[in-house]
């Protein structure tokens, strides 16, 4: 069973942070979390061996499998990477996506081609992420840092 509870805090905070609405966390049962607001909102959920995201945009319309993970300290991680992006983003703090996509693809990660076009594998020794343009290449230089970091990275500079 997956400990969501440092999802379900910085869901929490740093949405209300941004000044999202009706900000709550519905979890499912072990295997799968809801992080929802009236303007955006996560699902996550374990779908047989990989973790997979659905995302819901803030008109309402619904996105299955947006981005996939073999473990679940990857999915966190990569939560934790867009919400503090955003957030980042809307308290006009700098943000590392840019500058991290311009670095290319980490040498410390394999690249794999999927049956989408638009969707790479990568493969490091932390376990593996199905994730589309320019995310894989950005979430390529994260998936290796420890998850305690990530969270002081992006909460870094976002006062």
């Known amino acids: 069973m997956a400990d969501f509870s440092r999802l379900s805090e910085d869901w929490t905070k740093w949405a209300s942070r ?10 499912v ?15 996550l959920r374990h779908d047989g061996d990989w973790w997979t995201i659905d995302v819901i945009d803030d008109r309402g319309r619904r996105y299955d499998g947006t981005a996939a993970f ?12 867009r919400w503090g992006s955003t957030m980042r983003n809307v308290l006009g703090a700098p943000i590392f996506g840019p500058e991290l996509y311009k670095l290319g693809r980490s040498t410390d990660v394999a ?3 999927t049956e989408n076009e638009w969707i790479f ?22 998936m290796l840092k420890p998850v305690d970091e990530l969270e002081q990275i992006f909460q870094g500079g976002a006062s």
Do not use: C, M
Not at 18 to 27: D, F, H, T
Not at 71 to 78: H, M, P, Q, R, V
């Open 121 to 142: 594998e990568i493969q490091s020794e932390v376990g593996s992420a199905r994730l589309p343009e320019p995310q894989a290449t950005i979430f390529s230089h994260l």
């Open 29 to 43: 049962d072990g295997n799968a979390i809801g992080f929802t607001s009236d303007d955006h909102s996560f699902y």
């Open 70 to 81: 073999s473990t679940f300290d990857l999915a966190e991680k990569f939560l934790i990477w």
């Open 111 to 113: 690249v794999l081609t």
């Open 18 to 27: 941004i000044g999202l609405s009706n900000v709550a966390v519905s979890p």
